[in-house]
């Protein structure tokens, strides 16, 4: 398949891409850093930098949007809630003009999202991809932005929404976990007992090979391990699987004092449940948390 792709040089993108070349795709890079894709990349993908330099001709199968700018890399102040926003639903909707100008429609729009949409809570309800939500900024933005790549589907395109869970791999957010853990200072986030909901990096990616390659997919889908954890035994775990003891507890006020509303990522939390990855017949590589955290950590790098 020939295949766009927003988002490359990200987390998540940066593994996907490597993956889906061992498969013999041919990739388009769409991003604004192109010294960056091309120095992950080399010469074996496209790299672009705005969506008009494809021209109406040009044959595309898929299209992976994965941009958006960082959930919790700062403190949400109203200019920062406006970038998230806009960072998300105007790429997307920048790709579904590039689809009305194309004479060959793609197959399928593989669109990020995150469980997010579920909204933050503290209730331990488990969610499916029916589940309710509670309608706060996370769901908002998670809602707006799955609505803008659902217009896709006016134009013949199969659309999948990634409602990802916490991408535990070489990186992200277990990259910022580890220092204070490895120290021995780690431990829970407020009680502790908000769940997380997680998913190996090597799940996440086959997830999405599979939504790309098989078109009997459509709609949202939860990228998360059956098995959420509370972040305590998340703490645990990860304190084990480093040998190290996990005592320290982060009071609430000082996730609150550095991210303002953003704190409920990491205070509140989701217990979400992938059912539709199952019901297709998906078995996951790691479904349990010690096994992920174990191949994570003793990997050479």
Same mark, same amino acid.
Not at 11 to 36: C, N, Q, W, Y
Not at 68 to 93: C, F, M, N, P, Y
Not at 276 to 294: C, E, I, N
């Given at each position: 398949?020939?295949?766009?792709?927003?988002?490359?040089?990200?987390?998540?993108?940066?593994?996907?891409?490597?993956?889906?070349? +061992?498969?013999?795709?041919?990739?388009?890079?769409?991003?604004?850093?192109?010294?960056?894709?091309?120095?992950?990349?080399?010469?074996?993908?496209?790299?672009? !930098?705005?969506?008009?330099? *494809?021209?109406?001709?040009?044959?595309?199968?898929?299209?992976?949007?994965?941009?958006?700018?960082?959930?919790?890399?700062?403190?949400?102040?109203?200019?920062?809630?406006?970038?998230?926003?806009?960072?998300?639903?105007? *790429?997307?909707?920048?790709?579904?003009?590039?689809?009305?100008?194309?004479?060959?429609?793609?197959?399928?729009?593989?669109?990020?999202?995150?469980?997010?949409?579920?909204?933050?809570?503290?209730?331990?309800?488990?969610?499916?991809?029916?589940? &309710?939500?509670?309608?706060?900024? !996370?769901?908002?933005?998670?809602?707006?932005? &799955? @609505?803008?790549?659902?217009?896709?589907? !006016?134009?013949?395109?199969?659309?999948?929404?990634?409602?990802?869970?916490?991408?535990?791999?070489?990186?992200?957010? *277990?990259?910022?976990?580890?220092?204070?853990?490895?120290?021995?200072?780690?431990?829970?986030?407020?009680?502790?007992?908000?769940?997380?909901?997680?998913?190996?990096?090597?799940?996440?990616? +086959?997830?999405?090979?599979?939504?790309?390659?098989?078109?009997?997919?459509?709609? @949202?889908?939860?990228?998360?391990?059956? &098995?959420?954890? !509370?972040?305590?035994?998340?703490?645990?775990?990860?304190? @084990?699987?480093?040998?190290?003891?996990?005592?320290?507890?982060?009071?609430?006020?000082?996730?609150?004092? *550095?991210?303002?509303?953003?704190?409920?990522?990491?205070?509140?939390?989701?217990?979400?449940?992938?059912?539709?990855?199952?019901?297709?017949?998906?078995?996951? @590589?790691?479904?349990?948390?010690?096994?992920?955290?174990?191949?994570?950590?003793?990997?050479?790098?």
């Amino acid at each position: 398949m020939k295949v766009l792709i927003s988002g490359a040089t990200g987390f998540i993108g940066s593994h996907l891409v490597p993956r889906l070349l +061992e498969d013999g795709h041919a990739l388009i890079i769409l991003t604004r850093d192109a010294a960056k894709a091309r120095g992950l990349f080399g010469d074996r993908v496209q790299v672009i !930098t705005h969506l008009d330099q *494809l021209l109406c001709d040009e044959r595309l199968d898929g299209i992976i949007n994965l941009a958006g700018a960082g959930i919790a890399d700062k403190r949400w102040s109203e200019a920062h809630k406006k970038t998230l926003v806009d960072s998300r639903v105007d *790429l997307t909707a920048q790709i579904n003009g590039l689809i009305s100008r194309l004479e060959h429609k793609p197959d399928v729009m593989i669109s990020g999202s995150a469980i997010g949409y579920y909204g933050c809570r503290s209730d331990g309800l488990q969610l499916d991809e029916q589940g &309710e939500v509670v309608d706060d900024f !996370t769901h908002q933005l998670c809602q707006r932005w &799955e @609505a803008e790549a659902l217009k896709a589907q !006016t134009q013949g395109v199969r659309v999948c929404l990634l409602r990802t869970g916490i991408v535990l791999g070489d990186g992200g957010a *277990l990259a910022k976990m580890l220092p204070a853990f490895k120290l021995g200072l780690g431990g829970p986030v407020a009680q502790g007992s908000q769940w997380m909901s997680w998913i190996h990096m090597d799940d996440q990616i +086959e997830s999405i090979c599979l939504l790309l390659t098989h078109d009997q997919f459509n709609g @949202a889908f939860n990228l998360t391990s059956p &098995e959420a954890v !509370t972040n305590a035994v998340f703490s645990d775990q990860l304190a @084990a699987a480093l040998s190290r003891p996990a005592w320290f507890r982060v009071p609430a006020f000082v996730i609150q004092l *550095l991210l303002g509303q953003g704190s409920d990522l990491l205070v509140k939390g989701q217990r979400v449940y992938p059912q539709r990855l199952l019901d297709a017949g998906y078995q996951f @590589a790691y479904p349990k948390l010690s096994a992920a955290l174990k191949q994570i950590i003793d990997k050479p790098h």
